[in-house]
């Protein structure tokens, strides 16, 4: 079937601009996950959504990130007010949840640079 | 708090000899662990985990792993390098199952012909 998708798979902004990332699960997949991928760096979590209860937001790094996701559903990382650091590859995940260890896919990740 | 130490950043290996990638973890709790493979402009997918029961863990393309509590590790093992298990390997640990992961720096695996 269908694995995680993200778009647009390369994004170019300017400084101070906002920009838009958007994560399609996989189907029926309860969780979602947003992972950021600097370079020479590990992945950073950012934010976790799972069902309907309020998501966790504590790795987000500043209060210019934000992020929604519609039902069990597709969901939308926003940066506003770009910055240079901000520049990385920003990496989607969605599980299953049915309670026990499962495992996350990954889909290809947005490549954001900011100028 | 977990966090992952991954020694090496980058490890060559001939085609046909042993691959090992070490990893080390700090965990207050029991913890979970992946690793995960990530080929270039693609997306990561895992190897291997371990969640309870047995310390070798048996994983894709002939990769596996030992979770040896005494040593904090989880080192990734796979006898006989082959040129298509060039990529960079993440390892990864979680407090409890379906939580966010926490990941080390990655290593990048160079087999070389």
């Known amino acids: 079937g269908a694995g995680v998708s993200q778009s647009p798979s390369n994004k170019v902004t300017e400084k101070g601009k906002d920009v838009e990332l958007r994560c399609d699960p996989i189907s029926g997949h309860t969780a979602l996950y947003w992972y950021r991928q600097r370079l020479g760096q590990g992945l950073e979590f950012l934010i976790y959504f799972q069902g309907n209860s309020a998501p966790d937001k504590s790795g987000l790094p500043s209060d210019r990130f934000s992020a929604e996701r519609t039902g069990e559903s597709v969901s939308t990382l926003t940066i506003q007010r770009t910055q240079q650091e901000d520049s990385a590859v920003y990496l989607c995940?969605?599980?299953?949840?049915?309670?026990?260890?499962?495992?996350?896919?990954f889909g290809p990740g947005t490549r954001l640079t900011v100028l | 708090a977990q966090s992952v130490t991954q020694l090496g950043s980058h490890v060559s290996v001939s085609e046909g000899a042993l691959v090992l990638l070490r990893c080390n973890y700090s965990?207050?709790?029991?913890?979970?662990l992946f690793w995960y493979v990530q080929y270039p402009n693609q997306g990561l997918q895992l190897l291997l985990k371990y969640t309870t029961g047995a310390t070798l863990v048996k994983g894709i393309n002939g990769f596996e792993a030992e979770f040896k509590k005494s040593e904090t590790s989880f080192h990734l093992t796979k006898p006989s390098a082959h040129m298509s298990d060039a990529a960079e390997y993440f390892c990864?640990?979680?407090?409890?199952?379906?939580?966010?992961?926490?990941f080390g720096k990655g290593t990048r695996l160079s087999v070389i012909a």
């Open positions: 990864a640990v979680s407090a409890s199952g379906n939580t966010p992961l926490v």
């Open positions: 965990s207050s709790v029991p913890p979970y």
């Open positions: 995940a969605s599980s299953l949840e049915r309670g026990g260890i499962d495992t996350q896919y």
